[in-house]
């Protein structure tokens, strides 16, 4: 729900854009990963991170001016990529960024498209394949000085590319080779650039993270600084310095990132933060009452309940389109939060600054989406109607998921919170397949509970991404007792992800799928049958809208 007020002002806005613990740096070295479109960018990043080094993604026609600009930087990578570099639009940096490198001691590594790039700007020769080499490989280690320091004769890595490297330029020389790619790998010591044909941020190449290592320690001498404790202290210092004397509002759902980020801007500002918390009508069996039960127990002085179920089901009466319930929801709730806001302007007075979940990801994939708002860095406001003027301010916005998720363990909050699954904004109208109406959500909810509780007690609690209920909108005949049946059906959806993006249907044991299944059709009210989800994402998405 908290992600969706974003989205929705930043749809309607004016102007907006994220912010980053705008005033402060933290003291910290740092990898910029240079993306070229690649699929594995973000795992880049997240490996150097695991070495205890903080790495930021950034475009990579990123200017000169901005790069600099990076606190801490000591070493730049250039992510792999679908293109050629022989392709018209191919994302491109200038002999001049190298020259630039060069001056700042910066050292950078290609890798797959970054690796053939790097000798296509610098005039050496890349050539196509006649055809694909996908897979895993044994590469033939021939210099074991800096970048290969400590690897065998031969090591397994794992390929994926299209063009390959023939020809290096001058001052350049070959440290790797496989069977089929003469120059595997490359490296210019007096230039500081260095070059890998294959993915070293993948689990495939067995000695990835040793190679990553060497590059971010060894040659680029970054010391592991990126420390989660560190890292708490420095952020709600950060906020204290900005956010002064300041009153905060933000919104917050129970879920995992607005969780993290209230405790942390509580922290930091303490009785000036004012938590909202909406009850749209459409949220899980006791849902409402365990968030309020847990911010109380936090410490909170300012949590202000608003129940809007009323309003949110009164607005969705009659609507079946799922576009449709998805707008009324979101513009419900962002009138809503604007009315409470106001009210508590009147109570205790001006209100500056909006607390955000905003997550990495989040800004990385919205940044992609547009070049120029990407460029957008510095301070916006965000304007709710009626000259509402309030300034962002997002603490989780550098941090991954899991990272998340370590801050809220080492805050304190529990396991319930913190392996917290994903819940959307729309909450169970999405889940409610045509009308929402409070008798079908009296069956979904009891349904859903008992999807929760078979799983908690199972292996599975920590495997899934999500796991849930879905109520369909069909009929069917079953028999109960001797009397026939005519009632509802619901679909369990289980499955494992890494970020959503893409999903497996989760392989459950057959007897805690009859479990749930019997305990269903025995406990609710309306429910005569049970269907397990079997399709992954693509081509089928999680929800069912
Ligand atoms: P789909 O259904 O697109 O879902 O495969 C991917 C992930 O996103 C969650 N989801 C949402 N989260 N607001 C949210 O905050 C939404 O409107 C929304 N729709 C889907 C979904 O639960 C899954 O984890």
């Not at 801490?72 to 020259?99: M, T």
């Not at 959503?500 to 749930?516: P, S």
């Amino acid at each position: 729900m908290f992600k969706k007020l974003h989205a929705h002002l930043t749809n309607k806005k004016r102007r907006i854009a994220s912010l980053m613990n705008e005033g402060f740096t933290l003291d910290r070295d740092t990898i910029v990963v240079l993306d070229f479109g690649g699929q594995y960018t973000h795992l880049i990043s997240r490996r150097v991170r695991e070495l205890g080094v903080y790495s930021e993604i950034l475009s990579y026609d990123t200017p000169l001016a901005e790069l600099e600009k990076v606190p801490g930087v000591r070493g730049i990578i250039f992510s792999g990529g679908p293109s050629s570099v022989y392709d018209e639009d191919s994302p491109r940096v200038s002999r001049e960024f190298f020259s630039w490198c060069r001056e700042k001691r910066l050292p950078v590594l290609g890798i797959c498209y970054g690796h053939q790039l790097i000798i296509h700007v610098l005039g050496g020769g890349v050539k196509r394949l006649d055809r694909r080499e996908y897979g895993k490989t044994v590469l033939y280690v021939e210099n074991k000085e800096d970048l290969f320091k400590g690897l065998g004769d031969r090591e397994i890595v794992w390929m994926s590319h299209g063009d390959q490297v023939v020809e290096l330029p001058e001052g350049f020389e070959k440290i790797g080779h496989t069977d089929n790619c003469p120059i595997a790998a490359y490296r210019n010591t007096e230039s500081g650039i260095y070059g890998v044909q294959f993915h070293i941020e993948v689990r495939h190449t067995e000695r990835g993270v040793e190679i990553l290592e060497n590059f971010v320690r060894g040659i680029c001498g970054c010391s592991p600084t990126w420390r989660m404790e560190d890292w708490i202290k420095e952020t709600v210092r950060g906020i204290r310095e900005r956010v002064g004397d300041g009153r905060v509002i933000m919104a917050v759902s129970g879920g995992v990132d607005s969780t993290v980020a209230a405790v942390l801007l509580h922290r930091a500002v303490g009785k000036n933060l004012h938590c909202v918390f909406v009850d749209n009508g459409l949220l899980r069996k006791n849902e409402a009452e365990e968030v309020i039960r847990r911010f109380k127990q936090h410490g909170f002085e300012h949590f202000h309940f608003v129940d809007a179920g009323e309003t949110f089901l009164s607005r969705l009466k009659g609507v079946t389109d799922p576009e449709e319930k998805r707008r009324i929801i979101a513009d419900t709730f962002i009138r809503i939060f604007e009315t409470k806001a106001r009210e508590l302007e009147k109570t205790y007075g001006k209100i500056e600054y909006l607390g955000q979940g905003t997550i990495y990801p989040d800004r990385v994939e919205s940044a992609a989406t547009s070049k120029a708002s990407a460029k957008i860095k510095s301070h916006h406001n965000v304007t709710l109607p009626e000259g509402m003027t309030l300034k962002l301010v997002e603490p989780l916005a550098s941090l991954y998921k899991d990272e998340v998720r370590k801050v809220g363990k080492m805050l304190g909050l529990g396991d319930d919170v913190v392996w917290r699954q994903p819940f959307p904004g729309p909450s169970l109208a999405v889940r409610i397949i045509g009308e929402v109406t409070r008798e079908k959500l009296r069956i979904l909810r009891e349904a859903d509970a008992i999807v929760q509780e078979e799983i908690q007690k199972s292996d599975f609690r920590k495997r899934l991404w999500q796991s849930f209920a879905v109520l369909l909108p069909v009929k069917t005949v079953g028999v109960m007792g001797d009397a026939r049946t005519y009632e509802n059906v619901i679909a369990i959806r289980a499955v494992e992800s890494e970020d959503a993006m893409t999903a497996n249907f989760a392989k459950l044991d057959w007897d805690l799928l009859e479990r749930i299944a019997s305990r269903i059709v025995n406990e609710v009210e309306g429910v005569n049958r049970v269907v397990y989800d079997i399709t992954n994402k693509p081509p089928s998405t999680v929800e069912w809208e």
